[in-house]
T-cell receptor
Framework: GAVVSQHPSWVICKSGTSVKIECRSL??????MFWYRQFPKQSLMLMAT?????????EQGVEKDKFLINHASLTLSTLTVTSAHPEDSSFYIC????????????FGPGTRLLVL | QKEVEQNSGPLSVPEGAIASLNCTYS??????FFWYRQYSGKSPELIMS????GDKEDGRFTAQLNKASQYVSLLIRDSQPSDSATYLC????????????FGAGTRLFVKA
């Protein structure tokens, strides 16, 4: 199998606080992990790509100082939304790939963030 | 022109019919192709992958790839109401590094 988990599944926080989302590959080693954001009724938007042990590559328009990504091991990547604001409220989804990005991506169940 | 294009739909088919979902891509160096299904409020789940020209069948699903026409499709036979979802086409290309491009998705509605 290829199971990816995310924690938490949903989070509500006050404006100005930071939120950390974890993404874990449970039964395989994920060389590459991806972070996506999806607003209601819109398509997936890739935020960044991370490889274990190296800095994440952010897509154009995504603030790297606001969305901190750490891929500390082959099974764990974290996304921290710093100083969250209501406009950051969204569905955050991670995916993991065994290789360097040319293989199938397996998605986590997503984390729904609501910033009040 | 978007790199991966899908008709947004909704595509409505009656239960038991064949649903045909289409996807075109712009970059000829694209090498791997995937179909994902996404239910409302959920994350995408992989349905099929296809890498070479022709058809690939898995149960009620058939993926078709035509690299010359830069076209990939998904056929769903004997459509069920539970197939109602958004179907995402994804294409991987390698231009000095792998990059996955997702289409915006086609909403499918199967009427009981």
């Amino acid at each position: 199998g290829a199971v990816v988990s995310q924690h938490p599944s949903w989070v509500i926080c006050k404006s100005g606080t930071s939120v950390k989302i974890e993404c874990r590959s449970l039964d395989f080693q994920a060389t590459t992990m991806f972070w996506y954001r999806q607003f209601p009724k819109q398509s997936l938007m890739l935020m960044a790509t991370s490889n274990e042990g190296s800095k994440a590559t952010y897509e154009q328009g995504v603030e790297k100082d606001k969305f901190l990504i750490n891929h500390a091991s082959l099974t764990l990547s974290t996304l921290t939304v710093t100083s969250a604001h209501p406009e950051d409220s969204s569905f955050y989804i991670c995916s993991a790939s065994r290789g360097t990005g040319g293989e199938t991506q397996y998605f986590g169940p997503g984390t729904r963030l609501l910033v009040l | 022109q978007k790199e991966v294009e899908q008709n947004s739909g909704p595509l409505s088919v009656p239960e038991g019919a064949i649903a045909s979902l289409n996807c075109t891509y712009s970059d000829r160096v694209s090498q791997s192709f995937f179909w994902y299904r996404q239910y409302s409020g959920k994350s995408p789940e992989l349905i099929m992958s296809i890498y070479s020209n022709g058809d690939k069948e898995d149960g009620r699903f058939t993926a078709q790839l035509n690299k010359a026409s830069q076209y990939v499709s998904l056929l769903i036979r004997d459509s069920q109401p539970s197939d109602s979802a958004t179907y995402l086409c994804a294409v991987i290309k390698n231009t000095g590094g792998f990059k996955t491009i997702f289409g915006a998705g086609t909403r499918l509605f199967v009427k009981a």
